[in-house]
């Protein structure tokens, strides 16, 4: 971990504290419980080790997708992201998409991402490879579907920056978009994946 990724893990906690004070975090629900167009399990997922991870093989599970980069005041959410999956792995999957879409934060290789991650953070769930994540040319069709309504049904939140998470039922609906400064340790993250 280089010095700058030591003082943001350090900065993390307060940084959480000020967008709570600032009331900056958006969460967005699919109250309606709109149904997608497009099935999530048609979907599928090149993983950082070069497998493919086909959607389908997620049935029956809910399943956090998450935009990430090493170089990110949010990065420490690597930490909680592990603690809620090593609490919940039973009935939850958690699918991190490294990328390099804001402010050149994840400039790593596949390889030393994976490196990044189990050695800092010890993290053991899933990670693909590196993608584009925002509404531009190149952008992976799992996040095209996660931010194009008449794929999923309801939203169109792209992600914002960095760790900005979506949480998809049981059933292959896309319940809810949380912003970055949504800890998926908070309140109304273990509520979403406990419901």
Same mark, same amino acid.
């Given at each position: 971990m280089t010095l700058r990724q030591r003082l943001l893990k350090l900065v993390y906690p307060l940084f959480l504290l000020l967008q709570r004070i600032r009331s #900056?975090? &958006? /969460?967005?629900?699919? $109250?309606? @419980? #709109?149904? =997608?167009?497009?099935? +999530?399990?048609?979907?599928?997922? &090149?993983?950082s080790n070069g497998e493919n991870l086909s959607f389908e093989t997620l049935r029956g599970k809910k399943v956090l997708i998450v935009n990430t980069a090493s170089d990110c005041v949010f990065t420490a959410?690597? @930490? @909680?992201?592990? #603690?809620?999956?090593?609490?919940? $792995? @039973?009935?939850?999957? /958690?699918?991190? +998409? =490294?990328?390099n879409d804001f402010k050149n934060q994840e400039e790593k290789t596949d390889k030393e991402i994976v490196s990044f991650c189990q050695v800092n953070y010890g993290i053991r769930f899933p990670l693909a490879k590196k993608s584009v994540v925002i509404k531009r040319e190149g952008q992976h069709p799992v996040f095209r579907w996660l931010s194009n309504r008449r794929l999923n049904g309801w939203n169109e939140q792209a992600p914002r920056w960095n760790f900005s998470k979506y949480l998809v039922n049981e059933k292959g609906v896309l319940t809810h978009y949380f912003d970055p400064s949504v800890s998926p340790l908070g309140t109304e993250m273990i509520s979403a994946v406990h419901q």
């Open positions: #900056k975090q &958006t /969460i967005l629900v699919n $109250k309606e @419980e #709109k149904l =997608p167009a497009s099935s +999530f399990y048609d979907l599928s997922a &090149t993983l959410q690597y @930490e @909680e992201l592990q #603690k809620l999956y090593q609490h919940s $792995k @039973e009935d939850l999957v /958690i699918l991190a +998409f =490294p990328a």
